[in-house]
């Protein structure tokens, strides 16, 4: 089964953040605690990690402003 990660709100007034630099490309495989992206608010700038182990099926093209709860990689099983 297939773990969809989401931009998680990370404080009460969080609705988006950017990704700084994703540390995984698409078909890298990772397991729990990989480093996912280094991602940033107006307030600060934290490390995202993977607590699944698998494969990165998608990561997202966006890179700026992405709001609370949209799609930001999925991680599985190939096929």
Not at 27 to 55: N, P, Q, R
């Amino acid at each position: 089964m297939a773990e969809v990660i989401t931009v998680p709100k990370m404080t009460e007034a969080m609705t988006a953040l950017s990704i700084k630099k994703w540390h995984v490309k698409v078909g890298d495989e990772v397991v729990e605690s990989s480093l996912l992206a280094t991602i940033e608010t107006d307030h600060f700038t934290a490390e995202l990690e993977v607590y699944k182990k698998g494969t990165v099926l998608y990561i997202s093209p966006d890179t700026d402003h992405i709001p609370v709860d949209d799609l930001l990689a999925i991680i599985g099983t190939e096929g």
